[in-house]
């Protein structure tokens, strides 16, 4: 769920790479994926004691890519903690 900390918009995963121009961008990288072979693009595999779960080897996207979005989210929000921190240490001095 989207939440407004001290002013600023946090997104999940989820929601980051759902919003039109990061899902869009996403898909372009992934353009070249194979077939994952965990859940053979299921996008879903069975677990061992018989549940069934999102498949987490390719972030139920049914593709394999040296490409991670969760990388890329992870480091975006990296960024832009940074710029923030930044951002209060000027306006501090």
């Known amino acids: 769920m989207t939440r407004v900390v001290d002013g600023i918009t946090v997104y999940t995963f989820d929601e980051w790479r759902k919003k039109a121009d990061r899902k869009e961008w996403i898909e372009k990288q992934l353009e070249n994926a194979e077939v994952c072979e965990t859940c053979e693009g299921e996008k879903t595999h069975e677990c061992?004691?018989?549940?069934?779960?999102?498949?987490?080897?390719?972030?139920?996207?049914?593709?394999?890519?040296?490409?991670?979005?969760?990388?890329?989210y992870e480091r975006t929000l990296r960024n832009e903690i940074k710029r923030l921190q930044e951002y209060i240490a000027k306006q501090a001095a």
Not at 51 to 57: G, I, K, L, T, Y
Not at 61 to 71: A, H, I, K
């Open 48 to 72: 061992d004691c018989g549940d069934v779960h999102d498949c987490c080897a390719c972030d139920a996207t049914g593709t394999y890519s040296d490409f991670d979005p969760r990388n890329e």
